[in-house]
């Protein structure tokens, strides 16, 4: 098993950062990914971004390219998610996900979550 615990989000201004962490614990050895998702009210969830644990590679949705940056702390089971240039359409509550190695990143869907961490951009 593995529990993550995502935190950072906020309310910021239209332009302004946030960064997203997400801690995971337990048997860590077997999340091969760790991906950030989110969810409007009234829109379907949406993969933002996720980083390959083995590889240090990673992955971002059109909508948050060259604006959000996802990296894994020194800190090796914390992986960030630096939002930058936000606007309203950012507004979601964000959730951490991870998956095991095995399972597809891409097309696979998720065997943890974490609670989720609300992130509100005003104009």
């Known amino acids: 098993q593995v529990q993550l615990v995502d935190s950072g989000g906020g309310s910021v201004q239209t332009g302004g950062s946030l960064r997203l962490s997400c801690v995971y614990s337990?048997?860590?050895?077997?999340?091969?990914?760790v991906a950030w998702f989110r969810q409007a009210p009234g829109k379907e969830r949406e993969k933002v971004a996720n980083f390959y644990t083995v590889t240090g590679g990673s992955y971002y949705s059109d909508s948050v390219k060259g604006r959000f940056t996802i990296s894994r702390a020194s800190a090796k089971n914390t992986v960030h998610l630096q939002m930058d240039s936000l606007t309203p359409d950012d507004t979601a509550m964000y959730y951490c996900?991870?998956?095991?190695?095995?399972?597809?990143?891409?097309?696979?869907?998720?065997?943890?979550w974490g609670q989720g961490t609300q992130v509100t951009i005003s104009s």
């Open positions: 337990g048997n860590t050895d077997e999340i091969g990914c």
């Open positions: 996900a991870a998956y095991t190695r095995g399972n597809s990143c891409r097309q696979g869907d998720p065997n943890y």
